[in-house]
């Protein structure tokens, strides 16, 4: 068997439109709508030879396939390698790269953990953390937003949520860009992720051992689900882990973008502390229109088809978010951003069982710290160029300046 980038190559069908382009470039990362766009264009379905894989762009295309665990599945990885053929580069993740019935056990522990009627209980830790942070940065002339805030404020509230009594937020932060870095081809970004994961993994492994978190933390009830038989002790502390992927990159990067947005649209941070009932629908805005997670794979377990194309067992398959967010024909103008769209089905959590299981933590950070800002801040102001970190799956900030104006 033919490989490439560790899954089988395939020939494309009559009639599939082909692009020789490598979506993993890193300037194309760094400023990927156009690549959406064309995306778009090109139809439901492109075959891109570099890779042998197939791509999709369109919302209606993206988010069926991606919603359709039967016949495209996770369990193969959620990368370009195929784990049925290799070997998965870390011990597959029993929650992200798995399929039912297992993913509908480990999904049951892991969605109660972080349900909203937890996340509730979290609110007002969330917003004292956010008062203190947003006043500390408005005594500034400016400041580093993805350090000082985008990942600072999700690293001093999740791990005393998950009740972690080790935290290091720079561990912390690069633990998710390896986990999202690795889902990609055999480049740069990845090489640094294997080589980052194999320096920080042991610290991980140990600030999620059971000895080392608190008893009354989001990490204890994943423990207290082993001790009831639900799952294994093993398992819990996989889990355990997932939580960082689930509850730390993705917040940081919902974050970053936030403020990125909102400093180059002022008009809408105006609409925002006039009502600030708009917080939890520009939270959804700014998910639709930067798309923290760009894109995410899925292998064909079966002979199946994809707009009409037939497509073989084996395949590997691209749902590119951001360009589903972007899809004029879902969207009606979506280069534009606007706090009062209420983008309802953005994929930018995913679609299905595999929709992600930390998003009402991180509805629950973003929201408490837009709300505090939308009370205090009057301005987000660029202090610099706002510079992108590419990466093979997630659309994050590496330095934004800014400075803050007080109301």
């Given amino acids: 068997m033919e490989l490439i980038e560790g899954h089988k190559v395939i020939t494309p069908p009559d009639g599939m439109p082909v692009w020789d382009i490598d979506p993993y470039d890193e300037d194309l990362l760094r400023d990927p709508v ?3 766009r064309e995306l778009v264009a090109k139809g ?3 075959h891109i030879p570099r890779f042998s894989i197939l791509a999709l762009g369109q919302y209606e295309t993206t988010h069926k396939v991606f919603s359709d665990h039967e016949n495209f599945v996770s369990s193969r990885g959620v990368g370009l390698n195929d784990f049925k053929i290799g070997e998965p580069w870390r011990p597959p993740s029993i929650i992200l790269e798995v399929d039912p019935p297992a993913h509908t056990r480990t999904r049951k522990v892991m969605a109660r953990a972080l349900s909203p009627k937890v996340v509730r209980t979290l609110t007002d830790m969330f917003r004292e953390t956010a008062a203190r942070m947003v006043d500390q940065l408005l005594a500034r002339d400016s400041f580093e937003a993805v350090t000082d805030l985008a990942e600072a404020f999700p690293v001093a509230v999740f791990p005393p949520a998950l009740g972690m009594k080790d935290v290091d937020q720079r561990n912390l932060v690069d633990y998710g860009a390896c986990v999202f870095n690795a889902m990609g081809p055999d480049n740069a970004m990845r090489r640094w992720a294997l080589t980052r994961n194999a320096q920080i993994s042991p610290w991980i492994m140990g600030a999620c051992a059971r000895d080392r978190l608190t008893d ?3 990490g204890a009830m994943v423990y207290a689900a082993a001790d009831a038989g639900e799952i294994g002790q093993d398992e819990a502390a996989m889990l355990v882990r997932s939580f960082l992927s689930a509850g730390v990159d993705t917040t ?8 990125w947005a ?3 649209n002022p008009g809408e941070w105006d609409r925002l502390r006039a009502d600030p009932s708009l917080a939890r629908p520009a939270i959804e805005e ?3 229109y930067t798309s923290p997670v760009h894109t995410f794979g899925r292998t064909a377990g079966r002979d199946t088809e994809i707009a009409g194309f037939p497509v073989e067992e084996g395949t590997k398959v691209i749902c590119v978010l951001g360009a589903a ?9 979506p280069e534009s951003f606007r706090i009062d769209r209420r983008p309802a089905g953005h994929m930018a959590f995913g679609a299905g069982i595999h929709g992600c299981v930390g998003q009402n933590i991180a509805r629950g950070e973003m929201e408490a710290l837009l709300t505090v800002m939308a009370e205090k801040v009057a301005r987000i102001e660029p202090a610099g160029d706002a510079v992108w970190r590419p990466n093979n799956a ?4 590496d330095k934004l300046p800014l400075r803050l104006i007080a109301s």
């Avoid at 940081?252 to 403020?259: C, D, E, F, H, W």
């Avoid at 967010?325 to 009606?332: E, H």
């Fill in 286 to 288: 700014v998910l639709r």
């Fill in 394 to 397: 997630i659309h994050a900030l």
């Fill in 262 to 264: 909102f400093s180059q």
């Fill in 44 to 46: 439901p379905v492109v």
């Fill in 216 to 218: 009354d933390g989001l």
């Fill in 252 to 259: 940081v990067t919902g974050i970053g973008n936030a403020l």
């Fill in 325 to 333: 967010n972007m899809d004029p024909a879902k969207w009606g103008d």
């Fill in 34 to 36: 156009p690549y959406y």
